[in-house]
């Protein structure tokens, strides 16, 4: 279904790109590919793959807004062995630490499309079935005999891979193990084989390990770790437990940042309901499942009809008819753009400030343990949630990013340079690519520096400073930005 309709589209844009040629007679870029997601050569070392998962590039990206482009980036089917930017430095530089936010990787539906009959998805880990990887049956081997491990409550309740034929609410699938077991090989090649972040004899001090109390995270971060460190020792493995999707341990209470988020979630409300075309579908929708549209709506049937489209399953029929891929689309295309519009309105970069200030000072202050020559905790991995990066991402100023796909990874690198030891660096990786100077505290930093890293101090600063100076107020710190008056 994905494919026949990838196919027509990309038929209809050489018709397109040829009647241009013949009429205009000038060399016009026709990008001809049936991929699910298109590839192009590498350039300088870093493939087009790569750099349009963060910035649009006109050249291969498709003309107009493609909601089943979209889609497919977003489904992340793990396919050729990618190529990334991770652990890029100069010579003379020494990689000190790696900071690994995850969001987790493919995983069943959160809710169900009333009326309709579940999509038939198997949970359980094969080597039959694609996607696969070398190691699946290696992991799974290895997860069962973690029945033991020291996890802290209740992460020790949870199961430590996915096992249900017909997957559970929320189960991470074969696809979402698969993910991470690439992301994690990926990562080892690099910072363990090239870099020696870790001595072959690392020690559980050296890792820090922390997910929230869903299976699929923990799950996910496992599959990650036994792809970074395979057959590791379960006694030097513990996961910390997560309360808050936003991994702000003791400093959840901020009442500014609510506010923000009522007032995001009012901005979303309105695009909605001005969203003729959106309402039109839900309406369809709902006569074909034979409920009140308000249900239909409340039932977020995008989350479902994204599995069925990840999976390659027929969306749901009934008696009244089908939902197909027009419906899809229509919600697919509200959501980009929604992204759009809340790029623009700024409520949810003022919710996104305060929402990652406290990881982003728990990773600071990491670093900063690591730049005294400390040797715990080098290697850092949160496997968190799309509310997790999403803010993440916006606090650091990179609004072009796309929105977190399954198995997303954006990591921040901490290097020494050899020549000058006492200065520090970083680097930061969204899906492979170096977004660094896109930051709002490093996009400048070419034009006044010839170093080709971007200094410790612009992060630390910007944590520390200039993300209150971001909300505007007179803030100075965390405590008083989130309890400030006449907001």
């Given at each position: 279904m994905v494919v026949l309709y990838l196919i027509i589209n990309k038929l209809k844009h050489l018709f397109m790109c040829l009647l241009a040629i013949a009429t205009v007679r000038h060399d016009l870029p026709c990008f001809v590919s049936v991929h699910l997601i298109p590839v192009s050569a590498a350039k300088n070392g870093v493939s087009s793959k790569s750099r349009k998962r963060i910035l649009p590039d006109p050249a291969t990206e498709p003309p107009v807004t493609d909601p089943i482009y979209e889609a497919l980036l977003y489904c992340n089917i793990p396919s050729v062995a990618e190529h990334s930017m991770e652990g890029h430095a100069p010579h003379h530089f020494k990689l000190v630490s790696v900071h690994v936010f995850i969001r987790h990787g493919d995983r069943y539906p959160l809710y169900v499309i009333p009326k309709t009959k579940r999509p038939e998805i198997d949970c359980t880990l094969v080597a039959n079935r694609k996607p696969y990887h070398p190691k699946l049956e290696a992991f799974v081997n290895h997860m069962s005999k973690g029945s033991g491990a020291s996890f802290e409550s209740p992460l020790n309740s949870l199961p430590l891979y996915p096992n249900h034929p017909l997957c559970e609410m929320g189960e991470l699938t074969q696809t979402g193990v698969v993910q991470h077991l690439q992301n994690g090989q990926l990562l080892r090649d690099i910072y363990l084989k090239k870099h020696k972040l870790l001595?072959?004899?690392?020690?559980?001090?050296?890792?820090?390990?922390?997910?929230?109390?869903?299976?699929?995270?923990?799950?996910?971060?496992?599959?990650?770790?036994?792809?970074?460190?395979?057959?590791?020792?379960?006694?030097?493995?513990?996961?910390?437990?997560?309360?808050?999707?936003?991994?702000?341990?003791?400093?959840?209470?901020?009442?500014?940042?609510?506010?923000?988020?009522?007032?995001?979630?009012?901005?979303?409300?309105?695009?909605?309901l001005k969203n003729n075309q959106l309402e039109k579908t839900y309406g369809e929708m709902a006569k074909i499942v034979d409920i009140p549209t308000k249900q239909l709506r409340a039932a977020n049937p995008i989350d479902s009809m994204l599995c069925h489209f990840c999976h390659n399953v027929s969306f749901p029929c009934t008696r009244n008819g089908c939902v197909d891929m027009e419906h899809f689309k229509v919600i697919k295309t509200h959501q980009i753009e929604d992204e759009k519009e809340r790029r623009e309105k700024k409520l949810y970069l003022g919710y996104s400030l305060l929402g990652a200030h406290p990881i982003l000072n728990q990773t600071i202050s990491r670093m900063q343990r690591a730049t005294e020559g400390r040797k715990e905790e080098l290697f850092a991995l949160y496997s968190a949630h799309d509310v997790t990066l999403s803010p993440?991402?916006?606090?650091?100023?990179?609004?072009?990013?796309?929105?977190?796909?399954?198995?997303?990874?954006?990591?921040?690198?901490?290097?020494?340079?050899?020549?000058?030891?006492?200065?520090?660096?970083?680097?930061?990786?969204?899906?492979?690519?170096?977004?660094?100077?896109?930051?709002?505290?490093?996009?400048?930093?070419?034009?006044?520096?010839?170093?080709?890293?971007?200094?410790?101090?612009?992060?630390?600063?910007?944590?520390?400073?200039?993300?209150?100076?971001?909300?505007?107020?007179?803030?100075?710190?965390?405590?008083?930005?989130?309890?400030?008056?006449?907001?």
């Open positions: 001595p072959t004899d690392w020690s559980a001090d050296q890792l820090y390990l922390e997910t929230t109390g869903k299976s699929r995270t923990l799950q996910s971060g496992l599959a990650l770790l036994y792809g970074f460190l395979p057959d590791f020792d379960w006694k030097k493995i513990y996961f910390r437990h997560q309360p808050s999707a936003l991994f702000c341990s003791g400093s959840c209470y901020c009442p500014v940042r609510n506010q923000y988020l009522e007032k995001e979630q009012r901005r979303q409300y309105l695009l909605r993440v991402l916006s606090a650091l100023g990179l609004s072009e990013a796309r929105f977190p796909r399954f198995a997303a990874r954006l990591i921040f690198e901490l290097w020494q340079d050899r020549e000058k030891p006492s200065e520090h660096s970083v680097r930061i990786l969204y899906n492979g690519v170096d977004v660094t100077f896109h930051t709002s505290f490093c996009q400048d930093h070419h034009k006044r520096s010839p170093k080709p890293m971007c200094p410790l101090e612009n992060l630390v600063h910007f944590v520390k400073r200039d993300m209150f100076v971001a909300l505007g107020g007179s803030s100075t710190n965390y405590y008083d930005a989130c309890h400030r008056e006449g907001f």
